[in-house]
């Protein structure tokens, strides 16, 4: 196979006995460039000889021939090609380089110096096929209520769902930021779809949990869940398991009107046992209260006790183990331990009793 700089030659040949050119090679480079020979310096004796001349040579000049003219094309298609396939051969050269030294100079292998503000620690994270077979379960991923310290105990590695931060609890400062009790504004009741078949998965505490809504009431969780009653924060990767377990959980801003917060509060303890109530700071200003049930959620400007009976009735005790009755392991932040209310005669299935 002929090489591109023999055939870059051999053209140029060909393409000198057209016209006349010459070939020019830029210094350190093996790829040149056709450029035509410098005219001759003309001489006039006058402005009158110099338009004669002009009008003289116009006459002599005659357009290539066909023969000529299809040779040049084929010459300068063919130059275009070579050039082409250097361009692309010096940068596939260039782009290997480049990925050598990529690879070569890694910023944390070869770097020897001081870190700021200290050096890069490995990945020590457990991972979910490192735990024993004991805290392994075919339906959740994670067995349901077993504590253990390399998943979750519920007592440590708490700050990965929640930093402690007061901000999640504490109206600062209520006589300017108290929220003000809008009557004139009708609940939203909100329900989702899930398939009976849905199954959410028990996540260890080395895994991060977010979720794509404000207000969540399904979706993975951790393993411990909650003891039932009121607390002073509990984040929604706990109380989700509760949800679960057919547990209404009821939230509220930490400028909500007091009132309003005991109003709610005493409606739900004395219809069911198997509740959650904690502070929440992701609801609306406008409707600062909600209870929460599997896939549905009541989101309230003010406390309308039939209303909120009404919730309880119909959307307690769901879930996919909405009737499963023991308490969690999780207590961090718990107030006031939860109880069967009067009259339930220490049964869940008794819902606002009488």
Known sequence: MQCPATAVMAMVAVL??????????????????????????????????????????????????????????????????????????????????????TVKSDPVENWH?????????????????????????????????????????????????????????????????????????????????????????HLCMYHTITYNTTLPTFGPHRPIWPVYGEYKFVPVQRWLHSIEHGAIVMLYDPCTEPMLVSQLRNLLTACLRKHIITPYTLLTQERPLALLAWGCSLEMSNVNATEVKEFIKKRALHGPEGHYPRNGGFKEGLIRRAEYPPGAEGKDSNLCPE
Request: glycine share 6%.
């Open 113 to 201: 110096g001081r870190w700021f503000p200290h050096p890069p620690q490995p990945d020590t994270r457990m991972k979910d096929e490192e735990l024993p077979d004991s805290l392994k379960d075919d339906k959740h991923g994670i067995a349901m209520g077993v504590p253990h310290k390399m998943c979750d105990n519920g007592k440590v590695n708490l700050t990965v769902d929640w930093d402690y931060s007061p901000i999640n609890y504490t109206c600062f400062d209520p006589k300017h930021h108290r929220l003000p009790v809008q009557t004139n504004l009708s609940s939203v009741e909100q329900c989702i779809y899930i398939p009976k078949g849905y199954t959410p998965q």
């Open 16 to 101: 000198a006995a057209v016209v006349d050119s010459r070939l020019v090679f830029p210094p350190g480079s093996d790829m040149g460039y056709i450029i035509p020979d410098d005219p001759e310096s003309e001489k006039y004796d006058d402005d009158t000889s110099w338009q004669n001349y002009v009008d003289l040579e116009d006459d002599k000049t005659q357009l290539p021939q066909r023969g000529a003219r299809e040779a040049l094309k084929q010459v300068d298609e063919a130059l275009w090609d070579i050039l082409q396939s250097s361009v692309r051969q010096e940068d596939n050269r260039l782009g290997m380089e480049r990925r050598e030294d």
